[in-house]
């Protein structure tokens, strides 16, 4: 049985997000992304420990290749490895420590820049196949109407959100595709603070959309 067989039971995107995860499939801030969501809600912790499982199985399931002169191959391989360089104690009540190390800062370090009149953005920069970004959205705030090219993943940090797929607070997850134009809105009350990565460009619609296209440069 392939990962890919059991991706999706339920046919949810975030399934098969974790399905990706569990598999080793996923890049830096979308790894970083499931990585700090898990660590927040213990609700799928037990669904991708499932599918770790079932891909350890699948390892053991292949034909062992003979092994010979293992004394040296095991020096080889023990020689292979670098120590892990030292981390720095990142992460704090917003941001979990796999997401600090992507951001590779501390989140009150973090060199925010203001898109819309309460909405501040800081892009990663060294992102090739897709963007990842923080988000700092004032409380009642309405994000502009936008589409994407490819799916946009948002983990909630603080606060929550509102859109047309559902209400999401601390530790969820969001996914919306390129069908969904859609205007997510910050809760009353609180700031909200989101990671989000895509894996296109956004093409937002809208006189606004426009306006922040510009801004965006794209
Ligand atoms: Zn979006």
Redesign the pocket.
């Known amino acids: 049985m392939s990962l890919h067989h059991f991706a999706s039971p339920s046919g949810r995107p975030l399934d098969e997000l974790l399905a990706a995860y569990a598999a080793g499939h996923l890049s830096g801030p979308l790894h970083a992304l499931v990585a700090s969501h898990l660590s927040i809600k213990p609700d799928n912790r037990a669904f991708v420990a499932a599918l770790e499982t079932l891909k350890g199985d699948e390892l053991e399931a292949m034909a062992p290749a003979p092994i010979t002169n293992r004394e040296a191959r095991l020096a080889a391989i023990f020689d292979a490895i670098d120590p892990p360089a030292p981390r720095p104690a990142l992460g704090c009540d917003v941001v979990p420590g796999p997401l600090a190390r992507v951001i590779g800062r501390e989140f009150n370090a973090v060199p925010w820049r203001t898109v819309l009149p309460g909405i501040k953005e800081f892009r990663l920069k060294e992102e090739v196949d897709g963007e990842a970004s923080l988000l700092w959205i004032r409380p009642g705030r309405t994000?502009p109407s936008?589409t994407?090219d490819g799916s946009?993943i948002?983990l909630v940090l603080k606060g929550g959100f509102t859109d047309a797929t559902g209400h999401y607070t601390r530790g969820d997850i969001a996914i919306?595709d390129s069908e969904?134009d859609?205007r997510?809105r910050a809760d009353e009350g609180e700031d909200c603070v989101c990671f989000?990565v895509?894996d296109a460009p956004?093409r937002l619609t809208g006189t606004v959309g426009r306006l922040v296209q510009r801004i965006f440069g794209h």
Do not use: F, K, S, V
């Open positions: 994000m936008h994407h946009e948002t919306a969904i859609h997510p989000a895509t956004l």
